[in-house]
């Protein structure tokens, strides 16, 4: 897979509140750090199975590091919503995440957003 096509698998998991593939693809150790709020990994996959995340839409996608067994990539990704009372997590966000091969497995090591004001 590609490096986008990896950082979608992720979006696609939390959107399908898809724990297993989710725990897949970021290591249970992993800095994340999502609305200002730090969890690892693991206790990421568990927000994840209530996770309201209607559809996403990633764009201004560019990897920025690259070796063998790592790599960084940033964007914007745009989300929506499904209930009135998640509506805090639309909008417009950038997004950078850390991933690391271990083996023939990568994972994310590092996520992190910052909502884009204005």
Known sequence: ?????????????????DKESFSEL???NAVMVC???RCTGAEYADIVKEFD????????????????DMFQVHYLIETKASREENK?????FHITSTWKSSGDKW????????????
Do not use: H, Q
Not at 1 to 17: G, I
Not at 107 to 118: A, L, W
């Open 53 to 68: 995340i209607s559809s996403y839409k990633i764009t201004g996608f560019e990897v920025i590091f690259r070796t063998d």
């Open 35 to 37: 609305g200002g709020y």
């Open 1 to 17: 897979m590609t490096e986008r096509e990896y950082e979608t698998a992720m979006w696609e998991a939390a959107k399908n509140r």
């Open 107 to 118: 994972k994310v090591i590092f996520n992190m957003d910052s909502r884009v004001i204005g």
């Open 88 to 92: 805090d997590l639309e909008g417009v």
């Open 26 to 28: 970021v290591d249970e």
